[in-house]
């Protein structure tokens, strides 16, 4: 619950010394520490309940900035793929090419040896005519001549032969080591464009994922009552953080800062108070004209003020809101502003207090 709206600015005042006072001396410190910037969820929360209800409103309040950066994430991957899908088309183009000069270089390279064996056969025959003409009686020169013109003509037509068979297997070798280089390009291609495509995949995953900041909204919402019932189970002091000067739970830290500073970019410039001890809350009660401190009625007392141990001040999940240096009215600004916006940040009012904010309403 909160102060009066008219209350004093020597109370208030007097009020955040003694709250800054009893975390200093809670923590021995100087201060509690201060939250991190946007990029990041903030302190870590204690219990299930409170790191369930922190991680939907910071997917929740960052879900539009996931999105927007997925899609570009997206976009570039899913050029990615079409440029390895190009030089996949473009790989089996080159090792259909090579694939074809393999065959052109094998007809040849056949028809060279054949070449080679019908010109073997030649100079076998050629000499076989030479030995003959040499032989015979008697023995015609002419003949001797003709025999041994053939044989160094079928030497020359072998030789020739040898060449093409040569160069045939060696323009072979070379297809061949082409159709490899294709080959391998084609793997690489491919294992590009599979990479490309299942890096795009797993992005269309997590942009199915990110949620809508409504949804997750709810869902948070859906939670917060588990968040104080087991945050008070075990609240300490050190699950508190400072955000703008204002003590508020871990779990609740980036959500109020994110809803700080989302309102002062439209204008609206808000501070107020969170965490207050259980013996400032006595304090309270007997400030508020409460008839008993334990066991009256927070609607008994002047200021709605509840007993000790059930305000959710006392756990750092709720929060009084003020702007210019006076406690908001449902006539500010700032409660328009918070009644149009407030929810996406996790907070609800309490109807009975325009400036009491907590994350269940109470």
Same mark, same amino acid.
């Given at each position: 619950?909160?102060?009066?709206? %008219?209350?004093?600015?020597?109370?208030?005042?007097?009020?955040?010394?003694?709250?800054?006072?009893?975390?200093?001396?809670?923590?021995?410190?100087?201060?509690?520490?201060?939250?991190?910037?946007?990029?990041?969820?903030?302190?870590?929360?204690? $219990?299930?309940?409170?790191?369930?209800?922190?991680?939907?409103?910071?997917?929740?309040? #960052?879900? *539009?900035?996931?999105?927007? /950066?997925?899609?570009?994430?997206?976009?570039?991957?899913?050029?990615?793929?079409?440029?390895?899908?190009?030089? @996949?088309?473009?790989? /089996?183009?080159?090792? =259909?090419?090579?694939?074809?000069?393999?065959?052109?270089?094998?007809?040849?390279?056949?028809?060279?040896? *054949?070449? &080679? =064996? #019908?010109?073997?056969?030649?100079?076998?025959?050629?000499?076989?005519?030479?030995?003959?003409?040499?032989?015979? !009686?008697?023995?015609?020169?002419?003949? @001797?001549?003709?025999? =041994? *013109?053939?044989?160094?003509?079928?030497?020359?037509?072998?030789?020739?032969?040898?060449?093409?068979?040569?160069?045939?297997?060696?323009?072979?070798?070379?297809?061949?080591?082409?159709? /490899?280089?294709?080959? *391998?390009?084609?793997? #690489?291609?491919?294992?590009?464009?599979?990479?490309?495509?299942?890096?795009?995949?797993?992005?269309?995953? !997590?942009?199915?994922?990110?949620?809508?900041?409504?949804?997750?909204?709810?869902?948070?919402?859906?939670?917060?009552?588990?968040?104080?019932?087991?945050?008070?189970?075990?609240?300490?002091?050190?699950?508190?953080? #400072?955000?703008?000067?204002?003590?508020?739970?871990?779990?609740?830290?980036?959500? &109020?800062?994110?809803?700080?500073?989302?309102? !002062?970019?439209?204008?609206?410039?808000?501070?107020?108070? $969170? &965490?207050?001890?259980?013996?400032?809350?006595? %304090?309270?009660?007997?400030?508020?004209?409460?008839?008993?401190?334990?066991?009256?009625?927070?609607?008994?007392?002047?200021?709605?003020?509840?007993?000790?141990?059930?305000?959710?001040? %006392?756990? $750092?999940?709720?929060?009084?809101?003020?702007?210019?240096? !006076?406690?908001?009215?449902?006539?500010?600004?700032?409660?328009?502003?918070?009644?149009?916006?407030?929810?996406?940040?996790? &907070?609800?009012?309490?109807?009975? %207090?325009?400036?009491?904010?907590?994350?269940?309403?109470?």
């Amino acid at each position: 619950m909160a102060n009066r709206p %008219e209350q004093s600015t020597r109370t208030r005042t007097r009020t955040r010394r003694l709250v800054a006072a009893a975390i200093v001396a809670a923590l021995g410190v100087a201060g509690t520490p201060a939250v991190a910037g946007a990029a990041t969820p903030g302190p870590a929360p204690a $219990g299930p309940a409170a790191a369930s209800w922190s991680q939907l409103m910071y997917r929740s309040l #960052t879900a *539009t900035a996931t999105a927007a /950066q997925l899609h570009t994430v997206l976009a570039t991957q899913t050029t990615a793929v079409a440029t390895q899908s190009a030089a @996949v088309v473009v790989a /089996q183009s080159a090792l =259909t090419a090579a694939q074809a000069q393999v065959a052109a270089a094998t007809s040849a390279d056949t028809a060279a040896r *054949t070449r &080679f =064996t #019908t010109a073997n056969k030649a100079l076998a025959a050629a000499k076989g005519t030479s030995i003959r003409a040499s032989k015979q !009686k008697p023995r015609r020169a002419a003949a @001797v001549t003709r025999a =041994t *013109t053939a044989v160094k003509g079928a030497v020359q037509a072998l030789d020739a032969a040898r060449a093409r068979v040569a160069q045939a297997d060696a323009v072979l070798q070379q297809a061949r080591t082409g159709v /490899q280089t294709a080959t *391998t390009g084609l793997s #690489t291609a491919v294992a590009a464009r599979d990479t490309a495509s299942a890096a795009a995949a797993q992005t269309q995953l !997590k942009l199915a994922a990110v949620g809508t900041p409504a949804d997750l909204a709810r869902q948070a919402a859906a939670v917060s009552q588990d968040v104080v019932s087991q945050t008070r189970a075990g609240f300490t002091v050190a699950d508190t953080t #400072t955000v703008y000067g204002i003590t508020v739970n871990n779990a609740v830290a980036y959500a &109020f800062k994110r809803m700080i500073d989302d309102a !002062k970019a439209q204008g609206v410039v808000m501070s107020g108070g $969170g &965490f207050r001890t259980q013996q400032r809350q006595i %304090e309270l009660r007997t400030i508020n004209g409460c008839p008993d401190v334990w066991t009256a009625p927070s609607s008994s007392c002047r200021v709605p003020t509840a007993i000790p141990g059930r305000s959710l001040h %006392e756990i $750092g999940l709720a929060v009084d809101i003020s702007a210019g240096g !006076k406690t908001i009215t449902r006539s500010t600004p700032a409660f328009a502003w918070l009644t149009a916006h407030a929810a996406a940040y996790g &907070f609800k009012n309490l109807p009975s %207090e325009a400036w009491h904010w907590s994350i269940t309403g109470s």
